[in-house]
C-alpha cells in the first residue's frame, strides 16, 4: 500500500498563486508516474498535469504555461506550481502515484485525499 497526503490547498483571488505538494509513503519499489488530477462540482476527474520517473511532464491544455509540475529531491514527492489562477481553476486536487510497491511489486495507482482550491474572482 502507498499513502499518499496533500498539502497546500486554500482559498486565492484570480491572478494569484499557490503550491501544492505530495508526498508519498509506504514500500515504494518504483514509480511510473506522479501527479495531479481535479474535480470540480457536477464534473468528471480529469488530469492537471503528471511527471514520468524519467521526467517528462504532461500538462492540460487548460493549465499549459500557468502550471508546473515537479518532482522532490526525495523520491516520492511531487509539487504543482499554479500561478496566474482563474476562478475555472476551483476543484479538489488529487495527488496521483502509479508503481510498484509492497513485498510482492504490485503495480498499483494510488489516490491522496484531494486538497480543495478555491479562486475567487
Known amino acids: 500500500q502507498v499513502q499518499l497526503v496533500e498539502t497546500g490547498g486554500g482559498l486565492v483571488q484570480a491572478g494569484g498563486s499557490l503550491r501544492l505538494s505530495c508526498a508519498a509513503s509506504?514500500?515504494?519499489?518504483?514509480?511510473?508516474?506522479m501527479g495531479w488530477y481535479r474535480q470540480a462540482p457536477g464534473k468528471q476527474r480529469e488530469l492537471v498535469a503528471a511527471?514520468?520517473?524519467?521526467?517528462?511532464?504532461n500538462y492540460a491544455d487548460s493549465v499549459k504555461g500557468r502550471f508546473t509540475v515537479s518532482r522532490g529531491s526525495a523520491m516520492a514527492t511531487v509539487y504543482l506550481q499554479m500561478n496566474s489562477l482563474k476562478p475555472e481553476d476551483t476543484a479538489v486536487y488529487y495527488c496521483?502515484?502509479?508503481?510498484?510497491?509492497?513485498?510482492?511489486?504490485?503495480?498499483?495507482?494510488?489516490w491522496g485525499q484531494g486538497t480543495q482550491v478555491t479562486v475567487s474572482s
Open positions: 511527471i514520468t520517473s524519467r521526467g517528462s511532464t
Open positions: 496521483n502515484f502509479q508503481g510498484q510497491s509492497g513485498l510482492s511489486h504490485n503495480m498499483g495507482d494510488y
Open positions: 509506504g514500500i515504494i519499489v518504483s514509480i511510473n508516474t
